[in-house]
Antibody, heavy 123, light 107 residues
Framework: QVQLQESGPGLVKPSGTLSLTCAVSGGSITSSNWWSWVRQPPGKGLEWIGEIYHSGSTNYNPSLKSRVTISVDKSKNQFSLKLSSVSAADTAVYYC????????????????WGQGTLVTVSS | DIQMTQSPSSLSASVGDRVTITCRASQSISNYLNWYQQKPGKAPKLLIFAASSLQSGVPSRFSGSGSGTDFTLTISSLQPEDFATYYCQQSYSSPRTFGQGTKVEIK
């Protein structure tokens, strides 16, 4: 059973950088899956931030691309998110998720999720 | 970006009711459509992938259908544990996008 666990500061100052890590257990980050970050502002819907493959290849949401960096540490079986120049609009619960590709299945889906971590941007 | 629009935004239903939620994509996405259930304070849970495939462990009262631009999630007989918010999500192209959610409440 794959498990994901987010960690990082719960409070970030405006204009600062949000940094989170997602530790993967019960499976290898070098499996044939992409690994994503998704966020959810309080009381609102879900927004995909970006994804990474264990090779280091990334895809980002164009709406955040200029501020986002996602990286992978295969030795620690984890991947990380950095979001720079944050503002109150970046206050959200941040989730990491496995982007699963099934054999013979159309597209991908987020089949395993972390429990989420609330990051508040405030001075 | 592909826009995903769900309807209704909320609904009230009773235990045992048949519930249908609709998701429309702004362009054809074939069957690259997933459905998730989210309860307050919890991460989303995958229910349906590839428009109509039931995720392992999900009760058979959940079903999905559709292709192209129009999709449906059906709960055949609503149970107390089904009161939650449901999201559709497309994986046809990047960026992945979600619908705005449909909140299913107790009547």
């Amino acid at each position: 059973q794959v498990q994901l666990q987010e960690s990082g500061p719960g409070l970030v100052k405006p204009s600062g950088t949000l940094s989170l890590t997602c530790a993967v257990s019960g499976g290898s980050i070098t499996s044939s899956n992409w690994w994503s970050w998704v966020r959810q502002p309080p009381g609102k819907g879900l927004e995909w931030i970006g994804e990474i493959y264990h090779s280091g290849s990334t895809n980002y949401n164009p709406s955040l691309k200029s501020r986002v960096t996602i990286s992978v540490d295969k030795s620690k079986n984890q991947f990380s998110l950095k979001l720079s120049s944050v503002s109150a609009a970046d206050t959200a619960v941040y989730y990491c998720a496995r982007d699963w590709t099934g054999i013979g299945v159309a597209g991908t889906s987020f089949d395993y999720w972390g429990q989420g971590t609330l990051v508040t941007v405030s001075s | 970006d592909i826009q995903m629009t769900q309807s209704p935004s909320s609904l009230s239903a009773s235990v045992g009711d048949r519930v249908t939620i609709t998701c429309r994509a702004s362009q054809s996405i074939s069957n690259y459509l997933n459905w998730y259930q989210q309860k307050p304070g919890k991460a989303p849970k995958l229910l349906i992938f590839a428009a109509s495939s039931l995720q392992s462990g999900v009760p058979s009262r959940f079903s999905g259908s559709g292709s192209g631009t129009d999709f449906t999630l059906t709960i055949s007989s609503l149970q107390p544990e089904d009161f939650a918010t449901y999201y559709c999500q497309q994986s046809y192209s990047s960026p992945r996008t979600f619908g705005q959610g449909t909140k299913v409440e107790i009547k």
